[in-house]
Each structure stands twice: as structure tokens, then as C-alpha cells.
């Protein structure tokens, strides 16, 4: 008789088997009714943990973890739920860190690199120490998504967001509207140091200015990341005597917060007042939000698989290496 090995722990368990390497080493990142699931298999199997030793001696985690700022975010969560979607089925289980600060990403992630405590790491838009990270272990798989900070090391996906500023500005622009606001999210200095809300500002002011066309400071804000400061601050650019005929949310979430404004001043959309975002989280279809989309879900999935090639084959092609992501503008109803 065949002696059972972690596979078909996890198979049993119907979990992953990095799920089951955690209950082994007694792991507390695993829930208390997985771990149960996961014993009750290891019994009827009569499985032995010192076979699954030296299953794991050849330094497989078969976990892939996930550093990133701000797991509520709708962008972020739709980019994890590709992600999730590609690893479905296959022996990789996904571990997230939550990053607040610098200082906590740059123990975490000398933590995860130096430790092997994943097969490989997904980095969401925050700035790494890419030579630091790479001297300490160069043989780490790294998949860097949406990066602040260009990185020459690593596989890449990136977000022209300049371009997608100057996208929004002509779609407002095509749409007759030459009075045109601004609002971004404001970054912090102890902050990661991210530049999309200000890239897709310098996109924004472009485009005004190759046309001829002025930026009002007095219609352009930087609020804190919120519907509600942006619902703020849309109320403050609105009800100047002279106000602008649209604006540009550089988020979404923003953007929600730009309609509740108008209704709040008894604004029509789009007849008083055109409204377009940038993301097309899943919330901007049910608010029939116009929007530039960004594929999210897409860069997630091309993320993973990605990763999956280079677990299986030790190396990404060069022409895969850099991947800039496709924008689109969504034509829904408040333009």
C-alpha cells in the first residue's frame, strides 16, 4: 500500500498544501476549523508529519505571499481576486501582509526573503529596496505590480497613468466641456510615495494646456483617500460663483464621492455637471459611473500566471518581463 503523502492530506482536507504545512508546524495564520479539517485527514490517513518533513526538506513552502498597502481598497481587492483566481487549483496557497508603513515593509520583506518563508512574493504598488532585496536572495521569485518605484530586477506590470489623465481630459474635452476640475487623493510624506493621483494630474494638466486651455487651482483638489473627503472637497470646487462643467476623480471612490456632491447642490449629472473616474472597481457599473478602466482583475491574473512560469520553469521570458496594462475609456452616464 501506497504511503500517503501532503497531497493527499490536502486533497482530503480540501485545502492546499501549504495549508496543511502550516498545521505541521503550528502555524496560528491557519483557522481553527481548517486545522481540525486538517488533523481529522492527517488521522484517517494515518499520515506521518516526519514523512512530511522531509516532503518540505527541499524548501518548498507551496505558499506565495502577497505584500501590499491597504487590502479594503476596491482596486486592491479586485488585483487580489485575479490573483486568487489563477492560483484556484493549483498546490499554492496565497498569505497576505498588510503593509502600513516603510519601516514595517522593509522588516517584512527582509523577513519573507532572508527566512524562505514563501516561494515566491507578489509586490501591489509600494516602493522596494529592489537591490537590497535582491542581494539577500536573488533566487526569490518577485512579481512587482503597479510599481512606484521602476524596478529592473523583476517582472513588471505597469499602469501608464499619465496617459490615462490625458484619456479622461479628451473624453471631457470631446464632450464639449472646457471648465474642468480636478480631484486626487493626497499623498503623504510618510506616506509609500505613490504618484498615480499625480500622474494622472499631470496627465490632466497636459492636455488643458495643449489646447489652450487654463487649470483653475481654485477647481483642482488633493483631499484624503475617502468618498467622504472627496465628497468635501467636490462641494467646495462646486459651489464657488463660477464652477466648473466637469471633473476628474483620480479614483473611483473618489468619484462616488464627486456625485454625492452634486446631489447634495441639486446638480444634475450630466447635465450640470459631468463626473468621470479612473479604475472601473465593480462599484462603478452599478453607479453607471464613466470611467477609465484599468483591467484590475486582468493584472491580477496575468500577475499569477507570471509567477506560476516561473515556479514551474525557473525564468520569464524577456519579452514578458515588462507588461504595461491596456486602458479603456467606459462610457457610461454621467459624461
Same mark, same amino acid.
Given at each position: 500500500?501506497?504511503?500517503?503523502?501532503?497531497?493527499?492530506?490536502?486533497?482530503?482536507?480540501?485545502?492546499?498544501?501549504?495549508?496543511?504545512?502550516?498545521?505541521?508546524?503550528?502555524?496560528?495564520?491557519?483557522?481553527?476549523?481548517?486545522?481540525?479539517?486538517?488533523?481529522?485527514?492527517?488521522?484517517?490517513?494515518?499520515?506521518?508529519?516526519?514523512?512530511?518533513?522531509?516532503?518540505?526538506?527541499?524548501?518548498?513552502?507551496?505558499?506565495?505571499?502577497?505584500?501590499?498597502? %491597504?487590502?479594503?481598497?476596491?482596486?486592491?481587492? +479586485?488585483?487580489?481576486?485575479?490573483?486568487?483566481?489563477?492560483? *484556484?487549483?493549483? $498546490?499554492? $496557497?496565497?498569505?497576505?501582509?498588510?503593509?502600513?508603513?516603510?519601516?514595517?515593509?522593509?522588516?517584512?520583506?527582509?523577513?519573507?526573503?532572508?527566512?524562505?518563508?514563501?516561494?515566491?512574493?507578489?509586490?501591489?504598488?509600494?516602493?522596494?529596496?529592489?537591490?537590497?532585496?535582491? *542581494?539577500? =536572495?536573488?533566487?526569490?521569485?518577485?512579481?512587482?505590480?503597479?510599481?512606484?518605484?521602476?524596478?529592473?530586477?523583476?517582472?513588471?506590470?505597469?499602469?501608464? =497613468?499619465?496617459?490615462?489623465?490625458?484619456?479622461?481630459?479628451?473624453?471631457?474635452?470631446?464632450?464639449?466641456?472646457?471648465?474642468?476640475?480636478?480631484?486626487? $487623493?493626497?499623498?503623504?510624506?510618510?506616506?509609500?510615495?505613490?504618484?498615480?493621483?499625480?500622474?494622472? %494630474?499631470?496627465?490632466?494638466?497636459?492636455?488643458?494646456?495643449?489646447?489652450?486651455?487654463?487649470? =483653475?487651482?481654485?477647481?483642482?483638489?488633493?483631499?484624503?483617500?475617502?468618498?467622504?473627503?472627496?465628497?468635501?472637497?467636490?462641494? +467646495?470646487?462646486?459651489?464657488?460663483?463660477?464652477?466648473?462643467?466637469?471633473?476628474?476623480?483620480?479614483? $473611483?471612490?473618489?468619484?462616488?464621492?464627486?456625485?454625492?456632491?452634486?446631489? *447634495?447642490?441639486?446638480?444634475?449629472?450630466?447635465?450640470?455637471?459631468?463626473?468621470?473616474?479612473?479604475? *472601473?472597481?465593480?462599484?462603478?457599473?452599478?453607479?453607471?459611473?464613466?470611467?477609465?478602466?484599468?483591467?484590475?482583475?486582468?493584472?491580477?491574473?496575468?500577475?499569477?500566471?507570471?509567477?506560476?512560469?516561473?515556479?514551474?520553469?525557473?525564468?520569464?521570458?524577456?519579452?514578458?518581463?515588462?507588461?504595461?496594462?491596456?486602458?479603456?475609456?467606459?462610457?457610461?452616464?454621467?459624461?
Amino acid at each position: 500500500m501506497r504511503t500517503p503523502t501532503i497531497r493527499d492530506v490536502a486533497k482530503r482536507a480540501g485545502v492546499g498544501v501549504g495549508t496543511v504545512s502550516r498545521v505541521l508546524n503550528g502555524s496560528d495564520q491557519v483557522r481553527e476549523i481548517t486545522r481540525q479539517r486538517v488533523l481529522v485527514a492527517i488521522d484517517e490517513l494515518d499520515f506521518s508529519p516526519n514523512s512530511a518533513a522531509r516532503q518540505l526538506s527541499g524548501g518548498k513552502t507551496f505558499t506565495i505571499g502577497v505584500v501590499s498597502p %491597504f487590502f479594503t481598497f476596491p482596486s486592491f481587492v +479586485e488585483r487580489l481576486s485575479g490573483i486568487q483566481d489563477v492560483l *484556484d487549483g493549483t $498546490d499554492y $496557497d496565497l498569505t497576505l501582509y498588510s503593509i502600513r508603513s516603510t519601516a514595517q515593509l522593509r522588516r517584512r520583506l527582509a523577513g519573507l526573503v532572508l527566512q524562505n518563508r514563501v516561494d515566491g512574493l507578489f509586490i501591489l504598488a509600494l516602493p522596494i529596496s529592489e537591490e537590497e532585496t535582491y *542581494d539577500a =536572495n536573488p533566487d526569490l521569485p518577485i512579481v512587482v505590480v503597479d510599481d512606484t518605484v521602476h524596478v529592473r530586477r523583476y517582472p513588471h506590470l505597469l499602469i501608464d =497613468n499619465f496617459r490615462g489623465g490625458q484619456m479622461a481630459t479628451d473624453y471631457l474635452l470631446k464632450h464639449g466641456h472646457t471648465r474642468l476640475g480636478f480631484i486626487g $487623493d493626497r499623498v503623504e510624506e510618510e506616506s509609500f510615495g505613490f504618484t498615480s493621483a499625480r500622474d494622472r %494630474f499631470d496627465g490632466f494638466k497636459d492636455r488643458l494646456q495643449a489646447t489652450g486651455l487654463p487649470v =483653475n487651482p481654485n477647481w483642482c483638489r488633493f483631499c484624503l483617500h475617502g468618498e467622504d473627503h472627496a465628497r468635501q472637497a467636490a462641494r +467646495e470646487i462646486l459651489s464657488q460663483p463660477e464652477r466648473p462643467t466637469a471633473i476628474f476623480a483620480a479614483i $473611483d471612490t473618489l468619484a462616488f464621492g464627486v456625485l454625492g456632491a452634486a446631489s *447634495d447642490l441639486d446638480l444634475r449629472v450630466p447635465e450640470d455637471l459631468a463626473v468621470i473616474g479612473f479604475d *472601473d472597481i465593480q462599484a462603478a457599473g452599478f453607479a453607471k459611473l464613466t470611467t477609465v478602466r484599468q483591467h484590475l482583475f486582468q493584472s491580477g491574473q496575468l500577475s499569477a500566471q507570471l509567477m506560476l512560469d516561473w515556479l514551474r520553469t525557473g525564468y520569464v521570458p524577456a519579452d514578458r518581463w515588462t507588461l504595461t496594462m491596456p486602458l479603456e475609456i467606459v462610457d457610461r452616464s454621467t459624461v
